[in-house]
């Protein structure tokens, strides 16, 4: 994204004007031209839109200063740099230009010279901007940060927690979230969720919008694979006729979220256009309809979620950096549920619970082994997985109170060994093994076995059956290995 041309728009009523600017710009720019000053207007606002526009003055519908003047009435296009194209013997042209906000102006006959310097200076300045501005984003988002943590460090009792209902939790580390979340709730700044699939960002959304306390209803669109004509279509709606197809007005999610709050899941995979207009959306707080030149007010507090490393993605230009700065004045991260485990007996009784209700039999009682077996699980799909994992798990229960492992131990077995073969494609470094740091000795094949039995053991306090499953293999094969260990150790006592 950062390292396309720039785009230029050229507009000028004469052709041969127009064929000199582009032979000298389109090796290093996109070129967009215009002919009138209308279609100037029309060009500057629409998708995508230029960095520069060279404006000729003397047209023969709309001249140059009016063009300018409404430009800058548009917030859509007001912040792009207007240069002028005047005359040699035009002062009195370029001075008003000047005064009307033109960045600067260029005298015809067009050298190539100053043409290119003109505009690396404006572009260049340009980028200045962005760089303060996003300097300055990142000083507030982290000024508002910490107000945010000082507030929530305050008190040690939530004061709405009901917002909470849903998120099933005993974990110090979620009652930090839930604190943050009082503390930030009520500013109306946006909210960046991250975290990995799985962990509940949506319910985290929820929370914020019960804090939040406003009459509009939460609505929640996930931006996965929305195209940039479907993103602006879902979110700012259209006017019949906008397109075809279009036989009636449609309110997009921002107009009926309005007085609540717009939820948009999956950011990090918003397209490069789409991430422009959200920005324009955020910085300016009015929106167009498709196929309207009225603009609309934003009144809906935004909670943006992704799963995606939207850092990394910044630094590979895939992720506009004042984008993230606007959209995480106040960032909550979500922990993994392999750094809570303390949660996992309290969510699957309740997803047992929850299985029970839905299959309609009553709630099964939760083997002890289970937990010491899903204890040991790192859960890549997080709640999420562990939710599926014990709806699979009664929907397959045959007959007792107590819950069967079966199918349980069967899945996590199965994920492992294919999470094993992955990890075995790279080149792993042996001396990084604790087996393997003998010296530089590699351990003899029973040594390497037995050490492997032994921790697993260990790791399962004892349990063969997960032993097993953490080792990938069936409880019998397990078991033929503890009684040949043992056997030996006693033939080297006799």
């Known amino acids: 994204m950062e390292n396309e041309k720039p785009r230029i728009l050229i507009v000028d009523d004469e052709r041969l004007h127009i064929n000199m600017l582009n032979d000298m710009l389109k090796g290093s720019y996109q070129i967009k031209v215009g002919t009138g000053g209308r279609q100037a207007i029309e060009r500057a606002i629409s998708e995508p839109q230029p960095d520069l526009i060279l404006l000729d003055i003397q047209m023969p519908d709309i001249d140059g200063f009016q063009v300018l003047q409404q430009l800058q009435e548009d917030p859509r296009s007001r912040g792009i ?16 230009g000047l005064e009307l906000g033109a960045a600067d102006y260029i005298t015809k006959p067009f050298s190539p010279a100053i043409v290119h310097a003109r505009i690396k200076t404006q572009l260049s300045l340009q980028r200045s901007i962005r760089e303060t501005l996003m300097a300055q984003l990142q000083a507030q988002a982290l000024e508002k940060q910490v107000g945010a943590l000082q507030r929530s460090l305050t008190s040690t009792a939530l004061h709405k927690p009901e917002a909470f209902g849903e998120i099933v939790t005993n974990s110090p580390r979620m009652q930090t979230v839930f604190h943050y979340m009082e503390a930030v709730s009520g500013t109306g700044e946006p909210v960046l969720v991250t975290g990995e699939t799985g962990v509940g960002k949506e319910l985290i959304a929820k929370g914020l919008h019960r804090l939040a306390g ?57 397209a490069p256009a789409s991430q422009i207009k959200l920005l324009r ?73 929850e299985a029970g209700d839905a299959m309609e039999q009553a709630t099964l009682v939760v083997p002890p082994e289970l937990l010491k077996l899903l204890g040991l699980y790192s859960f890549p799909g997080n709640i999420r997985e562990l939710r599926a994992l014990i709806f699979d798990a009664v929907a397959q229960h045959r007959s007792g109170p107590v819950l069967s492992m079966k199918s349980i131990q069967k899945t996590i077995e199965e994920r492992r060994a294919t999470n094993n073969q992955t990890a075995n494609l790279g080149n792993p470094d042996l001396e990084t093994i604790p087996l393997f740091q003998v010296h530089g000795q590699l351990p003899t094949l029973d040594e390497a ?43 080297t006592r006799d």
Request: hydrophobic share 40%.
């Open 214 to 270: 406003r009459s509009g209803k939460l609505v929640s669109v996930n931006l996965a694979g929305l195209d940039d004509v479907a993103f602006s279509d879902t979110l700012f709606g259209h006017k019949k006729g906008a397109f075809t197809g279009a036989n009636q007005d449609r309110k997009g999610f921002i107009s009926q979220a309005e007085g609540g709050t717009l939820f948009l899941d999956e950011i990090g995979d918003l």
């Open 449 to 491: 076995e037995s050490a492997l039995v032994e921790e697993a053991m260990r790791r399962a306090s004892g349990n063969q059956g997960i032993a097993a499953t953490l080792l990938g293999i069936s409880r019998p094969a397990i078991n033929r290995r503890l009684n040949r260990r043992l056997r030996h150790l006693i033939g």
């Open 81 to 96: 740099p207007v240069v002028f194209l005047t005359s040699m013997d035009a002062i009195e042209d370029e001075a008003r």
């Open 281 to 353: 959306l955020l910085q300016e707080g009015i929106y167009y309809p498709l196929g309207s030149d009225s603009p609309k007010m934003m009144k809906v507090n935004i909670v943006a979620a992704t799963n995606r490393d939207i850092n990394g993605m910044m630094s590979n230009g895939d992720f506009r950096q004042d984008l993230f700065f606007r959209l995480s004045a106040h960032h909550i991260k979500l922990p993994p549920l392999r750094e809570r485990r303390e949660d996992i007996p309290l969510l699957t009784s309740h997803f047992l619970k």
